[in-house]
């Protein structure tokens, strides 16, 4: 999990946030689309070497779950069990 701060900084650390991809080839497949408010980004090999996945919350948290040897299926599964609500909630401390 990572704290980008305000969508200013968005756009260095995931400027893939504000795009729509659905790209697939023979291995591999990338896809980032809006799921509600929050942006997801699915990147995988089909064989399931390795997955990574990703939510920008909408206060600027972004969850990455990432492994090899799996299934993007399991990785949707242990991001399922994730209080991502709880998260995107989470208020910001006061700049002083």
Request: charged share 25%.
């Amino acid at each position: 999990v990572s704290d980008i701060g305000g969508l200013g900084s968005l756009m260095g650390v995931a400027a893939w946030a504000n795009m729509t991809v659905d790209r697939e080839s023979n291995g591999s497949v990338e896809k980032v689309y809006r799921q509600g408010k929050r942006t997801v980004r699915e990147n995988y090999r089909k064989d399931g070497s390795h997955v990574e996945y990703t939510v920008v919350l909408e206060n600027g948290l972004i969850v990455e779950l990432s492994g090899g040897q799996t299934s993007v299926d399991k990785i949707k599964q242990t991001l399922a069990s994730l209080d991502l609500s709880r998260m995107e909630s989470a208020q910001r401390p006061a700049k002083s």
